[in-house]
């Protein structure tokens, strides 16, 4: 099984903050690798498929890179409604697409 | 507008059966991938298996093989999730979502989500 894992777990960040969090697969998955958002008490919401297309409607203050087993998101200036957990996912092990454990952004 | 919209939270006993459901609309629900997601309290998200309505083709994230049944009624564009004896770290909220695929490529995501089905399992 892939796994995934994501660092920082949690980080602490202001508003304008250019803020990175990092996902790295057990072994090469190509692009395929979704990023996912959630806020308390709510469903994840995709921001990101295919490691850095954005998807319809996401801010462009959101991108993501990376190919193989390591991968970034990038929020270019963290808004206060950013403040959330973010959760990569590996789409390449059909039919079993692992999620990392999530990164938890909060207000500094 | 392109919805799953989820059956209400349940409260059950140790033993008991559930099932809870996910139905599709706004879009052709037989053409697109289910998925379903538990989330424990406090915890991450955990892909549990997905099912194509069009067929009921059916695959199990192997942590939940043969501890729940994921099924699909197609008439009704609703899929389902199932336990025949629920335990108590069975509670969590359950997440069904729609997986599409990339109009280039392979890559499948998880575009549409419900809002979810809180599950209590207590004695």
């Known amino acids: 099984d892939i796994q995934m894992t994501q660092s920082p777990s949690s980080l602490s960040a202001s508003v304008g903050d250019r803020v990175t969090i990092t996902c790295r697969a057990s072994?090469?998955?190509?692009?395929?690798l979704n990023w996912y958002q959630q806020k308390p008490g709510k469903a994840p919401k995709l921001l990101i498929y295919?490691?850095?297309s954005l998807q319809s409607g996401v801010p462009s203050r959101f991108s993501g890179s990376g190919s193989g087993t390591d991968f970034t998101l990038t929020i270019s200036s963290l808004q206060p409604e950013d403040f959330a957990t973010y959760y990569c996912?590996?789409?390449?092990?059909?039919?079993?697409?692992?999620f990392g454990p999530g990164t938890k952004v909060d207000i500094k | 507008e392109v919805q799953l919209v989820q059956s209400g939270a349940e409260v059950k006993k140790p033993g008991e059966s559930l099932k809870i459901s996910c139905k599709g609309s706004?879009?052709?629900?037989?053409?697109?991938?289910i998925g379903w997601v538990r989330q424990m309290p406090g915890k991450g998200l955990e892909w549990m298996g997905i099912?194509?309505?069009?067929?009921?083709?059916?695959r199990y994230s192997p942590s939940f093989q043969g501890q729940v049944t994921i099924s699909a009624d197609k008439s009704i564009s609703t899929a389902y999730l199932q336990w025949s004896s629920l335990k108590a770290s069975d509670t969590a909220m359950y997440y069904c979502?729609?997986?599409?695929?990339?109009?280039?490529?392979?890559?499948?995501?998880?575009?549409?989500w419900g809002k979810g089905t809180t599950v209590t399992v207590s004695s």
């Open positions: 072994q090469s998955i190509s692009s395929y």
């Open positions: 099912i194509y309505p069009g067929d009921s083709d059916t």
């Open positions: 979502a729609r997986l599409i695929k990339s109009l280039w490529g392979y890559y499948y995501y998880m575009d549409v």
């Open positions: 706004g879009y052709s629900f037989t053409s697109y991938w």
């Open positions: 996912q590996q789409s390449y092990s059909t039919p079993i697409f692992t």
């Open positions: 295919a490691a850095s």
